[in-house]
């Protein structure tokens, strides 16, 4: 089993900047890729952004330049930095490695127009 904890949500104003971090436990050896993903109201889950064991990143087009990922497998933590943030933005961003069907509790990011 493997345990994914979120945090690092809130609210913010379009424009300003929330880092996520998604920490890792249990059976991470089963995992390669993982990442970010949101789900907005009325709106099914969408892929942010996703990062392999070796460092490849993937971004959704409407976050490429302004969200960055990046995964320390030493601390087996993921991080999402989100700058420039947009009102369409928001959502409950989840933490996962949707190959295994991993997934955290998610966490809510609001920004603000």
């Known amino acids: 089993q493997v345990q994914l904890v979120e945090s690092g949500g809130g609210l913010v104003q379009a424009g300003g900047s929330l880092r996520l971090s998604c920490a890792a436990s249990?059976?991470?050896?089963?995992?390669?890729?993982m990442g970010w993903y949101r789900q907005a109201p009325g709106k099914q889950r969408e892929v942010v952004a996703e990062v392999t064991r070796g460092g490849t990143t993937t971004y959704a087009e409407s976050v490429k330049g302004r969200f960055t990922i990046s995964r320390d497998n030493a601390k087996n933590t993921v991080y999402l930095q989100m700058n420039s943030l947009k009102p369409e933005d928001t959502g409950v961003y989840y933490c996962g490695a949707r190959g295994n069907n991993y997934w955290g509790q998610g966490t809510q990011v609001t920004v603000s127009s």
């Open positions: 249990g059976s991470i050896f089963r995992i390669n890729a």
